[in-house]
């Protein structure tokens, strides 16, 4: 039976502290082993284990954290969803998310809050048209709705933007896909969290791997902050780290980790109701339900596992977003950050299995990972429990950086978005 809670009741526990409630999801100690363990507690790492739970009947799964739940680039994004990438193999895969989006927060019976309020993606030149209708072509082929827009309909729909012929950039049209969004970065990786432990999934947080243990060709175990855990499987998830994980099984990740930063302004009543982004001018934004304008910025172009950023990108990025919007030039900032993003050569992730039997990785998501975070994990929940890549995901196997048969993202993904 659902407990309801009146204001009154709600405003007690405040006063208690809560201590009359009950965690969200189990922290118990490790087991010495389990059948499943998956390395990473952000969104696709959750997700994962809430399907290998649901999808696949696995009961004895754990997630392990070298952090807290969620304190990686999970709850570090600018929680943008869309699916209307140019291939085949890029598009089925965001598609097949999207529509796991739609139906998420009644699965999970927890509010994601999943506002499907329409992605605008400029163009700036008559070579960004021609792309978009490209890729908007593409994406019809798909069965994946997408338009493309002149500048007036832009200006229709979006009356604060600019759209004068003599800016530095100025917008000739855009691509538009209705059923895109935004999402609470939080309450997904809550929700998943929730779900997977009503399944029987530990969560296990403050536990860091330090080394694999690997014997006659497949996985054993893991050495860890906690102690050592024994493994059937291991999915590695831990995004800008994911090729620290691989070394440690003597695997070369050809992936790059670089800081890629947001920020969010002060609090202001609603003016934006869907969400734009510029590839040309690397900005992109979109306004939270608390007010604030939520605004990404393109990758530093260093390496580093840092979770910040170098100010001239910030200031690059807010010229840009006063350049299609100018009234916003008046609006303070709150608060920046920073995440770190893992890239590939073709701006596509790797999901899939290694040398090493028993062992998996998904990673390589770059700058897009969140819009990917169920179908992610479904689809890798699929390859554990069956040692074999579901559809959706054979394309994206490791083995594609050395056969050569790359998919190229790098004009839909390997940007600040």
Not at 118 to 126: A, Y
Request: glycine share 12%.
């Amino acid at each position: 039976m659902k407990r309801e809670y009146s204001f009154w009741s709600l405003f007690k526990q405040g006063l208690q502290h809560n201590e009359g409630w009950k965690p969200a999801w189990r922290s118990p100690e490790p087991k010495p082993s389990y059948d499943f363990v998956i390395v990473g507690a952000g969104g696709h790492g959750l997700a994962t284990a809430y399907y290998l739970a649901k999808a696949h009947g696995a009961r004895n799964v754990a997630v392990i954290e070298k952090g807290y739940l969620g304190g990686g680039n999970t709850g570090r994004n600018t929680t943008i969803v869309r699916s209307n990438y140019l291939w085949d193999e890029a598009a089925l895969l965001y598609e097949h998310s999207l529509k796991l989006w739609e139906g998420l927060t009644h699965d999970l019976n927890f509010n994601v809050m999943f506002s499907q309020r329409g992605v605008f993606n400029l163009g700036h030149t008559l070579q960004d048209m021609r792309d978009i209708e490209r890729r908007v072509n593409a994406n019809n082929l798909n069965g994946i709705d997408a338009l493309v827009l002149d500048a007036q309909e832009v200006k229709r729909r979006i009356p604060l933007i600019d759209i004068s012929p003599n800016k530095r950039y100025p917008i000739l049209g855009a691509s538009f896909q209705p059923r895109g969004g935004v999402a609470r970065h939080d309450a997904v990786a809550w929700g998943f969290a929730r779900g997977a432990s009503k399944l029987g999934v530990d969560i296990v947080e403050n536990c860091e791997v330090t080394g694999l243990n690997i014997g006659d060709g497949r996985i054993k175990g893991l050495e860890t902050s906690r102690g050592y855990i024994g493994a059937e499987r291991v999915g590695c998830v831990a995004a800008g780290h994911s090729s620290v994980l691989a070394r440690m099984a003597g695997i070369r990740m050809p992936i790059e980790s670089h800081p890629l930063q947001a920020f969010v302004s002060e609090s202001m009543k609603p003016v934006l109701d869907t969400v734009v982004m510029s590839n040309a001018v690397h900005g992109y934004l979109s306004q939270s339900d608390k007010g604030e304008l939520v605004i990404g910025a393109g990758i530093d172009h260093y390496n580093s596992y840092t979770q910040r950023g170098s100010p001239h990108v910030i200031e690059h990025t807010a010229a840009a977003i006063i350049e299609l919007f100018p009234m916003f030039s008046r609006v303070r900032l709150n608060r920046q950050w920073g995440g770190i993003v893992d890239t590939t050569p073709d701006a596509c992730p790797i999901i899939g299995k290694t040398k090493i039997k028993g062992l998996y990785f998904n990673c390589g998501w770059g700058t897009g990972g969140f819009k990917a975070t169920p179908g992610s994990g479904n689809v890798f929940a699929y390859t554990m429990a069956n040692d074999e890549p579901h559809a959706l995901n054979r394309a994206f196997a490791l083995d594609r950086f050395y056969t050569g048969h790359l998919i190229d993202e790098h004009g839909a993904a390997g940007v600040a978005h």
